[in-house]
């Protein structure tokens, strides 16, 4: 009994970190990106100046370090628990996506994108509620 | 709108099929009990030693450099919800090409995030 709480609170903790983690690092990729500018390459040098405008940006850099704790958290979590557990439960990233963007990032967002966004939490979710397996072992 | 375009679809299938990679390599890791820097560490070290984690990061680098493309020219609140486009285009990919039955329910979710990733184009601001 013990340990099968002990499981359910170490699932709920680390899906809590990938609905933060992912969310969050994608919205500093997306500030960072845009202090940078859209990307044109018309020549290789194009190429290595962006990596290198990328690769100097703090902003990213903390992006990517947020992006990765979300990756361990997410192998972690995968260790045990199944994938189409996982991935209903963080549906909820793609609404704190929309907020982080928001708040953090000062964009715009319409209604009608705020009633998308949840429309797509909704349809994962029940994607993911739905039986794991659907052909038959011979 | 081209290369946003072609941008997203890289997103969605080189990080659909990167999540499944590390999700095979994970289960052959096996379940981690022990939390500590040491032993994730260990846990680590087993990880890499797996083929499917290698074909999975390098994946996941395409759709990460892809996801660089496409924020540097529309916004995070845009680009990350329409990537949701990967449930439809999973279980269409399952239906063709792995025979599998897909129940009424799970058709029901997948409409949902297609109407979803609709209202979110529509609402481009």
Known sequence: ?138 | MFWEITLLLLIVIAGTSGELCISRAMKTVGEVKDFRPAAVFRVMVRAIQVGWIWLGLLLSIIAFLSLLGALSIANVSFVVPVTAISYAAGTLGGKLFLGERVSLQRWIGVALVCIGVTLVFIGRS
């Open chain 1, 1 to 138: 009994m013990k340990s099968s709480s002990n499981l359910h609170a170490k699932t709920a903790l680390l899906i809590l970190m990938m609905v933060t983690f992912g969310p969050l690092g994608n919205a500093l990729l997306g500030k960072g990106m845009k202090r940078i500018g859209p990307i044109t390459i018309r020549a290789l040098p194009d190429l290595f100046h962006i990596l290198y405008q990328v690769f100097t940006s703090g902003v990213i850099w903390l992006g990517m370090l947020s992006l990765l704790m979300f990756l361990l958290s997410y192998m972690l979590v995968l260790s045990w628990a199944d994938y189409s557990y996982v991935q209903p439960s963080s549906s909820f990233a793609y609404g704190v996506i929309a907020l982080w963007g928001h708040f953090l990032l000062h964009e715009t967002i319409t209604p009608i994108r705020w009633i998308g966004v949840l429309t797509i939490c909704a349809g994962v979710f029940v994607v993911g509620y739905t039986h794991p397996r659907t052909t038959e072992h011979n």
